[in-house]
Every structure is written in C-alpha cells, then in structure tokens.
C-alpha cells in the first residue's frame, strides 16, 4: 500500500516513516510493540493520576500479544493462571472498559473484539482500522484531513461525534504477496 509523504498520518505502535507500509511484517519482532504499549499506559496512566491496576495492566498484555483483534471469551481463557483459574468476566470488562475510556485499547466493532494502542488519538484525525480479511491482522493509521472533514460536515448539521472511527476490510500486503 503506497502512501503519501504528508505530515499528518500516524500509524500503529510503530515509528515508520510516512512512506512505509500500515502492516508489519508477519514475523516481525513483537516484543518492542507491546513494551511500547505498556510504557505509555505506564506513563498516562501516572500523568492522568488513574491507576493500571494489576489485572487492567494483564488484559493490556494480553492485547498487546500480537496485531491481531481478541475476542472478550478469547481473552478471558488467555488469562487463565495455569491452575486453570480464570478472572470473573465481570472484571474483564471493568479492566477493558477502563482501557478503552484511557484509549488504551480500541474495540473492533465489525469483529466484536478488542485490540491494544500505542497512540495518542488527541489530534483531530479520524481512527482507520485497516482489517485484513484472510490472516485477521489490523492496521491502524490516523489522518487529520478525513477527521476534519468529518466534523465539518457534523459540523453543517450541529451534531457533535463521540468517536470517529472507520473500519476497512480488505487484503494486507503480506497476504497479496
């Protein structure tokens, strides 16, 4: 997917320079994202004076595993202790609730699931989740003009969004290639 050299899209979890791709490679080291992750939610969560719980701070992990969307029953058995205890869902959907508020984490409403965030969506851009319809994986880019032109036009009518998000299904890169 070629890009555009402008100065106001972001992409997910990851420095890339403007003209690199929304995917990442398939066998990429992961690791480094979801230490990102983390590290912010660590850091908002102290300048914000809310806490990262224990259990919100496992649920974030979990999300950040990998670039792949989970479901709440999915993630629920992922946090199985290995005694074959798992936490109550009620205490599942408090911690993603909480995330979701801090923007730590979005919800992926055509897939019912839940998938973490490294970025600050602060500016005035539009969330893209760029879905892959053959290996599941999500990108997530941010453009400035589609959310300005989306509050102009909200704008026209004086409605005032909540949260602009679009979701797009298609084929990655990696699953043309």
């Known amino acids: ?47 914000r004076g809310v806490r990262l719980t224990a259990i ?3 649920v974030l992990e979990a999300l950040a595993a990998d670039h792949h969307p989970i479901g709440a029953y999915e993630l629920i058995e992922k946090l199985e202790d290995g005694g074959g205890k798992r936490p109550a869902p009620i205490t599942v959907y408090r911690a993603l609730d909480f995330l979701l508020e801090q923007g730590f984490a979005h919800r992926i409403e055509s897939r019912n699931a839940f998938i973490a965030c490294a970025h600050d969506h602060s500016g005035s851009g539009v969330v893209m989740f760029l879905i892959c319809e053959s290996c599941g994986m999500v990108g997530e880019a941010e453009l400035d003009i589609v959310g300005q032109a989306l509050a102009k036009a909200a704008g026209a009518i ?20």
Do not use: N
């Open 1 to 47: 997917m070629a890009h555009s050299h402008s100065h106001d899209r972001k992409h997910h979890g990851h420095d890339h320079p403007d003209h690199a791709p929304v995917f990442v490679a398939p066998d990429h080291d992961h690791s480094h994202c979801a230490e990102g992750i983390l590290a912010r939610a660590e850091t908002l969560s102290a300048e």
């Open 56 to 58: 919100r701070r496992q």
């Open 158 to 177: 004086d409605f005032q969004p909540r949260a602009q998000v679009i979701e797009i299904a298609g084929i990655c890169s990696h699953c043309r290639g």
